[in-house]
T-cell receptor, first 113, second 114 residues
């Protein structure tokens, strides 16, 4: 049972382009939505996170857009660079309790020079 | 890396053998987690701990057990490994106890069950 659905599975973008990764969730108890970035051979690392009381959050070149009514959120990477090539995971969790993260399936992003 | 180490980093074993993976933290955090990562599934929670000797099941706990006898160590045991348990296993710690506190992940253990 996949509670967070992520698309696309893979994405190739030219340097400077704006890759967009989308996620959708069903559980209305989720109220915190982090994105993780993972490089080969490494563990996932927190990139940016959002709560549903805001519709957008920016940190540097990374932006999360959040649509609470549609239960969807997305990651945009502005002015993408080859160093952004990695696997990206969206996740969700309810703020109450033990913080059991539910991950999307992941998107392998490649930024070509 | 928030002071998390995992051992071993790589292991190859045979079906039916017991396997124990170790997660060690140096900063006395209360919450620790074990996840497995498989293509097409992202990361899925196996078990987690909220204190010494306090553990609970996650989404994919069948075939796994855990123990936490010291704050710094969280062990994941496969009592009788199967090929379906071939995966990359990540340990994570949660900094603090606020709901939005970040989880930091260790470097992972790649397990192959033949």
């Amino acid at each position: 049972q996949q509670q967070v659905k992520q698309s696309p599975q893979s994405l190739i973008v030219q340097k400077g382009g704006i890759p967009i990764i989308n996620c959708a969730y069903e559980n209305t108890a989720f109220d915190y939505f982090p994105w993780y970035q993972q490089f080969p051979g490494k563990g996932p690392a927190l990139l940016i996170a959002i709560r549903p009381d805001v519709s957008e959050k920016k940190e540097g070149r990374f932006t999360i857009s959040f649509n609470k009514s549609a239960k969807q959120f997305s990651l945009h990477i502005m002015d993408s660079q080859p160093g952004d090539s990695a696997t990206y995971f969206c996740a969700a969790l309810p703020l109450q309790g033990a913080q059991k993260l539910v991950f999307g399936q992941g998107t392998r992003l490649t930024i070509n020079p | 890396d928030a002071g998390i180490t995992q051992s071993p980093r790589h292991k190859v074993t045979e079906t039916g053998t017991p396997v124990t993976l170790r997660c060690h933290q140096t900063e006395n955090h209360r919450y620790m987690y074990w996840y497995r990562q498989d293509p097409g599934h992202g990361l899925r929670l196996i078990h987690y701990s909220y204190g010494v000797k306090d553990t609970d099941k996650g989404e994919v706990s069948d075939g796994y057990s855990v123990s936490r006898s010291k704050t710094e160590d969280f062990l994941l045991t496969l009592e009788s490994a199967t090929s379906s348990q071939t995966s990359v296993y990540f340990c994570a710690i949660r900094l603090g106890t606020s709901g939005s506190d970040t989880q930091y992940f260790g470097p992972g253990t790649r397990l192959t069950v033949l």
